[in-house]
Structure formats: C-alpha cells, structure tokens
C-alpha cells in the first residue's frame, strides 16, 4: 500500500489538481521583463564540499541553423569540468573530460526527457540532440548507446506536431532519426507497453513491459536500437547476469510550472518513469509521500540532472502544459548531480524571479489548503507550499536509500558563466624572452581555479634529448611530482589543468637534465576577475 502524509498535504478532491482552473499567474508581459535581466544569485556555500554544486551557463545563444552542436550544452559540459565535475570519463586533454567522468565510451546512455506536453511544456529538442551529438563526440571514442526514453503519458510518442525549438517541427523522433543510426541513437517509448505487466530477464521473460514492485514503485524493461536489453533496476542483460555499471541515466527536464507540486523540474520529472496506470493517487505520493525518491533508490539514481530553461513556462495553473504564447525565454541551462538541490535553487533563483508567484518559492512561510488561497489565486487541490513539501518528502527518503541530498544553500557552491563572453578566453598574459637556456626554473604563481587556463611550455634548444622534473606545489601544502621527455629541438606542452584537475592554487620548480626554456602562459576569463 501508499503511505501518505495527512494534513495539509491532503487535496481538496482526487485528480483535481491535474486540471487546469481559471486565473492566471503571473503577469506575462512582467515576467518577459524580468527574464531578460535576469541574474541568477552565485555563492559559495561556507559548508560546500562538490557533492551539491550547481553549474549554470547564461544568456545561452541561438543554436546554429543545420549544426547539431549545441553551443550552451558545450559550453556547460566544459564548465562543469572547470568547476571539479567531469562529464567524459577518459584521461585525454579534452574539454569536459576527467578520470573520474560520468560517460564512459561503452556506456548505454538514457536520456530522460520530458514529452508528455507539447511546446514549451517538453524539453527544449536543440537541448537534446546537442547532448546527444557531445556524448558522440567522447573523446576516447563513443562506441555505446544513446537512448531517449519516457513514458510518454498518452503523448503522440516522441512525435509532437508544436514541439520547444527554434524550428517547432523538430520533434524528438525528428532529432533521434537525424543520426541515421538506431545502433547507436535510438529511443523507447515506455507509454507503448505500460499495460504489460512482465517478470525479469533472468526469469526468463523476455518482454517488454513493466515489473511492479509495489507501492506505486515499477519500472521499465526494454530493448534498444541495437537490441540490447535493458532492465531500469539491474541493467544491462548479459545473457547470464546483468552490467549495471555501463547503464547511466540523465534526468533532462524542462523548467516549468505546475498546478500541483508548483514546479515541474528533477524530481518531478520521475513520474515520466513509472507505469502510470500502474499508480495510484499519484500527485498525492508524489508531493507527500516521497514517491520519487522511492523510484530512484528502487530502479535507477540519475547520474547528472541538466535543467532546460531555455523557454520557461510561469503560468500558474496552466501547467504542467506550456503554450508559446505563456511561454519566457531565459537562455539558461543548468546541471547538478543532486536532483533536490537544483530543483530548490532553480524554483528559488530562476522561476519564482520571473513569475513572483509564491508556489515557485520552495522556502513560502504560507502552508494553507484554502481556496483561493491567501493571494487570491486558484486553489488547485493541494498545499500553497507542496514544492516545500515534496522536496522535502522526497530528500528524506533519498537519504534513508544513501543519497546525500540537500536544499541547504550553505552546502551548495553555485557556478555561474555568462555565455555573452564566450567560453574563449579573455585574458592572459604577457612575457618576455631569456638570454640563454637553463637547467632550473621556478614560477611562484598559478591556478588551476575555475575561470583559468594554466600551461608550461618547454623548450629544448641542444641536439639531444633531455628529462625535466617538474615539482608542483599546491597552496595546501602538497606536492606533486610529474616528469616530461623532452626531444631535441622540440618544444613540449603541458597543461596544468590536466595534470592537477581543478580548483587548485600552484607553484612549479622545474630541474632539466640539459639547459632549455621554460614559460609558463595563463589564460582566463576576464570578466570573472
């Protein structure tokens, strides 16, 4: 059975709050002010140690017209690394990449869109097919899967005919088919068999459809484009057992309102994972009874959360829909590896600006179940605060399944590149030649921060080869050792970021077998200064 929080939680009638009800919040024309001076707040939380940051990259610009590359989804990706979260896991020199990076080459990738609704109520598809075009794009070679999935919830699968992109008749399909390859990019729709009612792989079922597990909790199994067969809780089927280290899960929702839970976001968009005729009282699970963090400690965790508010939807209680014409144009998009953190800071710092509509503020004083409630808007069934409410159900039970979530600003670092600069850098630094080669150099300063670039050039002037030993030293107090073979009349490149990963302040000593010449060039983002 469901257990459910009582009291305020309680709707004023069953599937009340699916339905849309006269009134309308915001002021839209208000909110199209506000959205283009919008500044998202940046901290640095005293208590912040990575678990919990947040990455946004603003004023994202207009994808380009046949170029799949999406410059705001690059750029993000890039920054994320820049700020100690790497997306590709590989040793290369590559932006966005680390040794301990989310995507592997072999991984079978899920994205988790949202579809259920048309225009601006679905994920923005130029977000999606730039994602899916820079996982392909793994620097080590992308040899797994792309998979876009979703439940659909009665949707036209995949197929909407007014879909949220510069060119509205890019649906998904639109995009998944544009790769021209189902063994590599492919999509499921789950909504085509959330009536079958399956055992697992092991046995011996080898249908799609869903296992139930109970208390509302089921998931999805199914085959890829290349055939290969997924079970949402254990994995990837082997023949013999289940790999569920290659299977990974991007939750990629749109931002928007909603006449329930008062935001649509991460945790939200998990009720596109379940079977929903599967379910019952849903919304009331949902905002009261931890319903999502139960789908994610019982079937698959997200592994990164990217947040589309290229086009947000502020409409108070048109959503979970979002028409064009009640539609904002943000230009941001934002990621974080806690679902709970960035749904409080994107409903906090990003949606409740633009509508000034106190169900968007995940910290409202108001809790009352009143209609109208104590603004005059429409009641719709449920607590003015059920955002508080079901971040706060669906944290508690996340960290009861090991999951260390938080809505507390204090243990979230907020990162933040304004994408009118650019992702080139703006500043560097000047120098001035030596009159002859040596064997030991030494640079006092540098930084591996976020919003810095730092290198050393080594050049070898004589006819043969030389080994320099490099001697980093960090503003902690640790060293780090690192050697470079330097061929004759050569010059050898080093990037310090790479060596070192980020955030860190450096100095380097650098003794060399043979005479040669050391730079050390910093590159950075001026307007960060």
Not at 127 to 137: D, K, P
């Amino acid at each position: 059975m469901v257990v459910l929080a009582a009291g305020l939680c309680l709707g004023m009638s069953g599937d009340y709050a699916a339905k849309a009800v006269s009134g309308s919040v915001p002021d839209l024309e208000e909110a199209r002010v506000r959205a283009a001076s919008l500044e998202p707040e940046t901290w640095r939380g005293a208590e912040a140690d990575g678990a919990h940051d947040i990455f946004l990259v603003s004023h994202v610009p207009v994808p380009q017209s046949g170029n799949p590359r999406h410059r705001g989804v690059d750029a993000l990706i890039a920054f994320m690394a820049e700020g100690g979260l790497s997306f590709y896991r590989s040793h290369a020199d590559y932006p966005g990449a680390g040794t301990e990076g989310l995507i592997a080459p072999d991984d079978v990738v899920l994205l988790k869109v949202n579809a259920a609704w048309d225009q601006r109520g679905m994920t923005n598809t130029d977000v999606v097919r730039g994602l899916i075009t820079a996982i392909l794009a793994h620097p080590d070679g992308f040899t797994g899967e792309v998979v876009l999935v979703e439940n659909c919830e009665g949707g036209p699968d995949y197929d909407q005919v007014l879909n949220n992109a510069e060119n509205p008749h890019q649906s998904f399909a639109a995009v998944v088919n544009s790769y021209g390859d189902p063994s590599r990019v492919s999509s499921s729709s789950w909504w085509s068999f959330t009536d079958n009612v399956v055992g697992e792989y092991e046995a011996g079922d080898f249908r799609q459809g869903y296992v139930v597990l109970g208390n509302n909790v089921s998931y999805p199994k199914f085959s890829t484009g290349r055939g290969t067969l997924i079970s949402l809780r254990h994995g990837i089927w082997t023949g013999s057992g289940y790999d569920k280290s290659r299977l990974k899960l991007i939750n990629l929702p749109v931002l928007k309102s909603h006449n329930a839970t008062g935001v649509t976001a991460c945790c939200k968009n998990y009720m596109g994972v379940q079977s929903t005729h599967l379910t019952q009282n849903i919304h009331l699970d949902l905002i009261c009874g931890g319903f999502v963090g139960r789908m994610m400690n019982m079937t698959i965790y997200p592994c990164l959360n990217i947040l589309d508010a290229i086009w947000v939807s502020p409409s108070h209680p048109d959503g979970p829909a979002g028409p064009y014409s009640k539609a904002v144009r943000a230009d941001i998009l934002m990621a974080g590896t806690d679902p709970v953190a960035l749904d409080w800071y994107a409903a906090k710092h990003v949606l409740y600006p633009l509508s000034g509509y106190g169900r968007h503020d995940p910290d409202t004083p108001f809790t009352e179940n009143t209609n109208p409630y104590h603004d005059g808007t429409p009641n719709t069934g449920y607590a003015y605060n059920s955002l508080r409410i079901m971040l706060e159900t669906t944290a508690s039970v996340l960290q009861s399944g090991g999951h260390e979530v938080t809505m507390d600003p204090a243990r979230m670092t907020v990162h933040l590149r304004d994408l009118r600069e650019g992702m080139e850098w703006s500043g560097g630094h000047c120098v001035t030649g030596v009159p002859e080669p040596g064997t030991s150099w030494h640079f006092a300063e540098g930084t591996t921060r976020e919003g810095f670039q730092e290198w050393l050039c080594l050049q070898n002037p004589q006819d043969e080869a030389a080994t320099a030993q490099l001697t980093f030293m960090t503003g902690e107090g640790e060293t780090v050792p690192f050697s470079a073979e330097l061929p004759p009349h050569s010059r050898t490149t080093l990037h310090v970021n790479h060596i070192l990963g980020p955030g860190k302040d450096v100095s380097v000593s650098i003794r060399s077998t043979s005479p040669i010449i050391c730079e050390r060039p910093m590159y950075f983002n001026y307007t960060m200064l």
